[in-house]
């Protein structure tokens, strides 16, 4: 559960950077039936201090050894390469997308999930949408992250299967809800070994399970260009550790200013997580208080540059702050991540 | 939506988040014992009795008791392993007794374990309640002055020691740790405290702390060794005739310093507490299964460099507590038991210099476990006292105990109150501290005992039979073990 959490921590990291368009309404479908999508190549720099998560898409967040189990993570840093896409098709008659791709609202929870769907307009309505989410590259946890100073650790493969549905543009006003529901799997789930814990204890410690999330954003446009997105979120992350498992609140706003060349956006969020039971390693309940910003800026079309037949090229550069602030210093998190690239749509 | 509609969303929501913040904690269940449960009303040899006369023990309670039985009415000698006897009614239908097959050594800790499976007439079962008290020397007075036999300088940089009748002969042997040469010594006693080295455990890296027990309760001492450089706990489990071979293998521990065994839940089994020195920082509790298998319940946090334990029922609550030195941390932690081995620290006596050396016993009489410490940079022995709820007072502090590294308590010269014994490898020697009854002690200049090298590690016991209580004295340096024997100069 603790590592779901820095996972949630993580991911909130890659989830600010993203969060523009996380706060987004859904991409309408488009009036012709055939493919769209897009890719994101980007190259940037993430600092990441973490004690449960050991590396994403094969960057090294955390040490194998620990320093100490009662005091905060170092501070990993690392050159980091993402290509988030998108692949879709549209049919027009009836309005329908299939779709498969990077969610970024996952790769934000350093959830590196691929998500095949299928998107409807349903008029005045709105647009619903509804996907199937599988970890084409599992994040790489510990499998025991509790061991004595200068002791290796053993990385396992955390794997995520589950679904989405999001309705949007309800009744016509810009809100949008949204369920996520994902089962965690852990190839080797060992948390407690070294320290030769009882059984029971053990079992508090387990990260599998199973994590519900539902979310609500409404985006208000309070002048010509500008809008503001307050989100609300609910987690509940029901693993099958209680010391793991946890209720998270996080609030959200989001700010975006879409000129032209130059789109703005803004975002942060303050949340809170609340763990069920005592911490059989430490004694205590976890409690975390989260927070972050990010702010990122794209540049329109600055000399036109398309790709096989894109859109014109955008740049953009990104910069997020995440800290998970816990009353246990073993589970503190903190992300600093800078990124820049470009963006072909078509 | 309207701007009201969107307004009545984010009040929502921050009723919502408000709701969460709710920070109320699920605290481990410290209930004590439900109404009507059968409770002690005395018990004989007293509780904490720090001179006991060997014979039956024998406890009274406020109600009608079934008979009890070698799983409800669990008795532990500290070097004899689990006492086989015979259960008597006591004398009346409140009193339940215990005969042992065989007396208690003189100064021998015994630990009576009153488990939840005992029960009164009426159904009702007895909460466990696990106490403590110490055989009397069976030579009133003795000299308290000690001989020195010739050292075992084969065992040169002998760090601890252990004493118990491993080979179930009557006699005190002693286990004797190596840490330099990775092994355990097992030295046999003649009867008339001569040793001579025994088995030989080898593998045992790092050896630095040694207790024993009868971890799979079959009447025969066992030994636990702390191995730092392996990080290992080992139980070396005794085939009955004394040949130790290793049963269990515990590794989550860091360079583990300390060891203190007791019955942590009252269960009837013995179990351990382990010190994790510098750059591990905790203690773990561990629990026995019965069979000499442990796994850990608890990990306590925030110690520096734990050094040492020692355990003991601080507030008389009928749960063992615990005190651990820090020797980086330059303080002692008193832990207190809420039951099942939930230990909290719940005192911090600092202001002490590299604590190593831990003692406890009654010093002053009053029903209570008091301490004593030995502080190996400034020098010190303190004398420290419970005002019998488990807060402790430092109430003498007795300068010159030259890098004094361990203390011991016993009743050296025979007058039934606790004296105490400190080595100090600065000044090559131990030191000891004659108890005027009171808790008041001085240090008897003819009682200094010169020529050890390096003094690290000391045990008691009755090495000649004399009923009296000896001492030895495991030196780092070239003396090795050196056997003191209770004697007129």
Partial sequence: ?346 | MDRDGLLKILVLMSMLLLLSCDNSSSSSSRGGPPAGTPIILSADPAINDSSAAVGNITVTFDKAMNAGSAASFVVYGSQSGKLSGTYLEGGSPQTLAFDPDQDFKPGEQIEVILTGSLTATDGRSFWPFVYRFRAESQSQPAPGTFIAQPALTSLAGAFALASGDWDGNGDLDLAVAIPGANKVVILNNDGAGNFTVGQTIEGQAGARALVGGDWDGDGDLDLAVANSNSSTLNILVNDGTGSLTVGFTFSGLFDPYGLAAGDWNGDGYLDLAVANFWGGDWLSILQNNGSGIFVAIKLIWDQTGPSTLIAGDWDNDGNLDLAAANWIGDWVDVLKNFGGGDFEVTQEISDRLATTGLAAGDWNGDGDMDLAFSNAYNHTADVVTNNGTGIFTVTQTFPGQTNSNAVISGDWDGDRDLDLAVANPGASNVVILDNDGTGSFSISIASTITGQSGASGLAAGDWDGDGDLDLAVANTGASGVVVLLNQSP
Avoid: C
């Avoid at chain 1, 004690?51 to 194998?64: E, P, Q, T, V």
């Fill in chain 1, 1 to 346: 559960m603790k590592r779901l959490i820095y996972l949630t921590l993580a991911a909130l990291i890659v989830v600010m950077v993203v969060a523009a368009d996380f706060a987004n309404a859904l991409e309408p479908v488009p009036k012709e039936s055939g493919f769209s999508g897009f890719i994101r190549p980007g190259v940037g720099y993430v600092s990441f201090k973490s004690n449960m998560i050991a590396s994403f898409l094969g960057f090294d967040l955390s040490d194998k050894k620990t320093n100490a189990l009662d005091s905060s993570p170092d501070s990993q840093s690392s050159a980091i390469v993402l290509v988030p896409f998108s692949l879709g098709y549209t049919f027009a008659d009836t309005r329908t997308q299939l779709f498969l791709g990077t969610d970024l609202t996952d790769l934000v929870r350093f959830d590196f999930s691929q998500q095949i769907g299928v998107k409807q307009d349903i008029g005045k309505f709105g647009l619903i949408q509804g996907g199937f989410l599988f970890s084409g590259v599992p994040a790489k946890v510990w499998e025991d992250p509790y061991v004595a100073p200068n002791r290796n650790r053993q990385e396992t493969d955390r794997n995520s299967l589950g679904g989405r549905l999001v309705w949007d543009r309800i009744f016509g006003i810009p809100l949008q809800v949204q369920y996520t529901y994902r089962n965690i799997d852990l190839d080797d789930e060992k948390s407690g070994d070294f320290f030769g814990l009882v059984d029971y204890k053990r079992d508090l410690l387990d990260r599998n399970g199973d994590r519900h999330s539902g979310e609500i954003i409404y985006r208000f446009d309070f002048a010509q260009r500008h809008q503001l997105a307050p989100a609300f979120v609910y987690t509940r992350n029901d693993l099958d550790g209680d010391a793991m498992a946890s209720d998270v609140y996080d609030f959200q706003l989001t700010y975006s200013y879409r000129g032209d060349p130059v789109i703005f956006t803004a975002n942060g969020f303050y949340g809170q997580a609340d763990y069920d039971d005592e911490n059989p390693i430490y004694n205590q309940d976890q409690d975390d208080d989260r927070y972050g910003f990010q702010a990122t800026v794209y540049y329109k079309n600055p000399w036109g540059w398309r790709l096989l037949g894109s859109n014109p090229m955008n740049l953009y550069v990104s910069g997020a702050y995440v800290f998970i602030d816990s009353n246990i210093d073993f589970y503190e998190q903190e992300a600093i991540l800078a990124t820049g690239g470009v963006m072909f749509k078509w």
